[in-house]
């Protein structure tokens, strides 16, 4: 088995604004999809790939998604605080990086997850990732064959894995799941503090660079309020 990243980020401190009402009281991170907080369903399925530390940073009721990690044992959990200044992904990476440290890390955001198919989706991810011809590689699911998923794709794929951004007015085959191996080095040098990922993905993308594995099971978004019976009902029938 291929040898799990020891770090991942995990996207805690978004407003959760397309969530709202349930986000006016609730960080959208401990939303209950099936009786476990998203947050919780994104960490289950670190602990199981052996991710040994989760670095969460925290913006939007930092209290509240504090208090719930305290008692995590596994992974070991670091809270980045971006209380003062919300820093949008690229930014919230570049500055969790002393704790990320300098190998390749994993990625992860908290509005959805996976019920995984015969083989474990990050194991796969990991098996696949290649330093020396990738910049990084995404988890892509299929668009038509997700739950939640209101937007017309993100990504096509050639049969070596290259991933090329979406054009305007087409449909792609696959979104961008969230989850990712990134390398630390380009966030490092990156001059300014708030910035996102996305315009990365898209230059590596540009570059052939960007590589992508596709998911093997069903992929839950769980981005508006409507979508949580859906991912429940889904849950449901994969316990059948």
Not at 52 to 76: F, M, S, T
Not at 168 to 188: D, S
Request: net charge neutral; charged share 25%; aromatic share 8%.
């Amino acid at each position: 088995m291929a040898k799990a990243p020891k770090s991942a980020m995990v996207f805690a401190a978004g407003l959760g604004t397309r969530m709202r009402p349930l986000t006016d009281t609730v960080p959208k991170p401990l939303i209950k999809v099936g009786g476990t907080a998203l947050i919780d369903h994104c960490l289950d399925l670190l602990e199981r790939a052996g991710i040994e530390r989760a670095i969460v940073n925290v913006h939007y009721l930092a209290d509240r998604i504090e208090k719930h990690l305290r008692g995590r044992q596994r992974p070991e959990i670091a809270i980045s605080d971006e209380r003062a200044l919300l820093l949008d992904q690229g930014g919230g990476i570049k500055k969790a990086l002393p704790e990320l440290g300098d190998e390749p890390f994993l990625v992860c955001n908290t509005d959805a997850f996976w019920i995984e198919g015969p083989c474990r989706n990050l194991d796969r991810l990991f098996a696949a990732f290649d330093a020396g011809r990738m910049d990084a590689i995404l988890l892509v699911a299929s668009s038509a064959a997700s739950i939640g998923v209101d937007w017309p794709g993100d990504f096509t794929m050639d049969a070596d894995g290259r991933l090329r951004k979406r054009l305007a007015h087409e449909v792609a085959p696959f979104v961008y799941t969230g989850v990712a191996i990134l390398k630390p080095e380009p966030f490092r040098a990156a001059a300014q503090d708030v910035f996102r990922l996305a315009p990365f993905l898209f230059d590596w993308a540009a570059k052939g660079r960007l590589f992508g594995v596709r998911l093997d099971g069903l992929w839950l978004h769980v981005g508006r309020p409507e979508t949580i019976a859906e991912a429940e009902r889904a849950l449901a029938r994969s316990k059948i």
